[in-house]
Nanobody, 117 residues
Framework: QVQLVESGGGLVQAGASLRLSCAAS????????TGWFRQAPGKQRELGAA???????NYGASVKGRFTSSRDNALNTVYLQSNSLKPEAPAVYYC???????????WGQGTQVTVSS
């Protein structure tokens, strides 16, 4: 079992930056693909970023060029650096881990991000 705990969300102004953290316990997070997803009320969950065990990353179209996912193996933590945040409906950002980009087994409880205009 892997437990994931997100942190770092909050209320920021448009154009600001946030760094979200996903702290893992129970297993080495670098053994998994770790993804960041966001979901606004009434909308489908969408991929923000994913980082593989080898460190390769890919990003959703809406965040490419603004968000960066990274990992600190010593801290067993994955990060999402979110820059140039756009004003939009509040969303909950979830961290997930799994065996591949198509199979996320473990999910955190989420952290809310609100970007005001």
């Amino acid at each position: 079992q892997v437990q994931l705990v997100e942190s770092g969300g909050g209320l920021v102004q448009a154009g600001a930056s946030l760094r979200l953290s996903c702290a893992a316990s129970g297993h080495t997070i670098s053994s998994y693909v770790t993804g960041w997803f966001r979901q606004a009320p009434g909308k489908q969950r969408e991929l923000g970023a994913a980082i593989t065990s080898g460190g390769s990353t890919n990003y959703g179209a809406s965040v490419k060029g603004r968000f960066t996912s990274s990992r600190d193996n010593a801290l067993n933590t994955v990060y999402l650096q979110s820059n140039s945040l756009k004003p939009e409906a509040p969303a909950v950002y979830y961290c997930a881990a799994g065996s591949s980009r198509r199979a996320y087994t473990y999910w955190g409880q989420g952290t809310q991000v609100t970007v005001s205009s």
